[in-house]
């Protein structure tokens, strides 16, 4: 029954976008891409959680290269927010509180369809030129209603008639990092770069002064001194308990490390407390706890002042790695191709190659449809420990990871090279 209600909600919106894209006046792929722009005004729509913000920022970059005498404001979520709104070239973030109305009970709610207004009001007050949807239908929803006369995006992920320009196919077509994926929607509205010019800019973020000094605060009232090179600790993952480490894996590793004399810092959001409470209970209570007690700046300083990160498939890993701090990154139902560190020497991927993985599915909860998580209890302490070490004393490994590694099942792989793919524009 859920799933009927749900078809013919979305079969309803797919009827009003139709006729809202007729009654919009100009013709569709007027302008020619890449050669005939001038924009004054850009919008970029990217909503989703912490580290979907921070990997579009590399498309941020490269967009404010392209154009940097125009203005571009971001649409982010509450949490990505404060990502976006240090950065040099960002004009404005416009914040979307309003969740996914392409959700049946989403929309049931008044106010989100109050919330939803009000922001789609602001966003035509600003008068776009151009508009980039990073973020499937309701990004493509969104750029229509923004008034931008041309809006780009996958043409798989688009609802009919909201776009004028699109990419074919969409997001999970092919094996690509979530951030390549950015710069691609971003690249179709810029001329072409010269030859041998190509580069893939990188993750880009800022630190204020004063986190940094309520981080510093807040260790000192710890016991930890300023210049302690800390290992931090990031044991949540969103979307399900298959993204997770083990619990009695952490507390291990805990252990070692205290063994070592090295620091370590729990960290992560208020909804990651009761797993945190659960691994300092199983014997890691000598390291810090700072769950649930930073702001989104605060966890940027914190993560900033880290020797080694250590984390499963989560937003804060691709923060740390944004920092440029050595990065051991735990996977197990996630492909580390698409969500594992992006492009940047200082990462290990820790992951044990199974026939049945990786599972994940952006459209499900990450749990194990097998009920035992196996690709994660295989990720052994000892593995994890070793990498940690090897970056603690300077010798940690990076490189390309290939296909015999992977079928070989190794537990301790290299971070990804990656490469930007072809790009063609349908008009």
């Not at 100009?26 to 580290?51: D, K, Q």
């Not at 980039?132 to 990004?139: D, V, W």
């Amino acid at each position: 029954m859920k799933r009927l209600v749900r078809q013919a909600y979305r079969r309803i919106i797919w009827c009003v976008f139709v006729l809202l894209s007729l009654c919009r006046s100009g013709a569709r792929g007027e302008v020619e891409l890449g050669t005939a722009l001038h924009p004054r005004r850009i919008l970029v729509l990217r909503l989703g959680l912490l580290g979907d913000g921070a990997l579009l920022t590399p498309a941020l970059r490269r967009l404010h290269d392209a154009y940097p005498d125009a203005e571009i404001d971001v649409l982010a979520t509450p949490i990505q927010a404060p990502l976006f709104e240090p950065l040099p070239s960002v004009e404005r973030v416009h914040v979307w509180t309003a969740g996914d109305l392409l959700e049946p009970r989403r929309a049931l709610r008044v106010g989100a369809w109050r919330a939803a207004a009000a922001t789609v009001r602001a966003l035509r007050e600003r008068r776009f030129d151009l508009a980039i949807s990073c973020y499937g239908a309701l990004g493509s929803a969104i750029a229509l209603l923004s008034g931008a006369p041309v809006r780009i995006g996958y043409a798989g992920e688009a609802l009919p008639g909201t776009l004028t320009h699109t990419l074919p196919g969409g997001r999970f077509d092919r094996p690509w990092h979530a951030a390549q994926y950015n710069l691609a929607v971003v690249e179709a509205a810029l001329p072409p770069l010269p030859v041998g010019e190509a580069t893939l800019p990188q993750i880009q973020l800022a630190i204020a002064p004063e986190a940094r000094l309520a981080v510093d605060v807040m260790l000192r009232a710890a016991g930890v001194a300023g210049d302690a090179r800390l290992v931090v600790l990031l044991p949540g993952a969103t979307n399900g308990a298959a993204k997770r480490w083990p619990v009695v894996y952490w507390a291990e590793l805990v252990r070692r490390l205290r063994a070592d004399g090295v620091p370590t810092v729990l960290a992560g959001g208020p909804e990651e407390r009761d797993l945190v409470a659960e691994i300092r209970a199983c014997g890691a209570r000598d390291a810090v706890d700072l769950t649930g007690k930073t702001s989104v700046p605060e966890l940027l300083a914190t993560l900033e002042r880290a020797g080694v990160v250590v984390s499963g498939d989560s937003g804060p890993m691709h923060l740390a790695v944004g920092l440029g701090r050595p990065t051991v990154a735990i996977h197990g139902p996630t492909d580390p191709r698409i969500d594992g560190p992006y492009n940047l020497s200082k990462a290990t991927v820790v992951r044990h190659h199974l026939a049945c993985s990786p599972c994940y599915r952006l459209d499900a909860v990450a749990d194990c449809p097998l009920g035992h998580t196996l690709c994660q209890w295989l990720n052994t302490p000892d593995t994890v420990y070793r990498a940690v070490r090897a970056w603690l004393t300077g010798a940690g490994e990076t490189g390309a990871i290939t296909q015999a590694e992977r079928d070989a099942g190794s537990g301790l792989s290299r971070s990804f090279a990656w490469q930007f793919p072809d790009v063609r524009l349908d008009p």
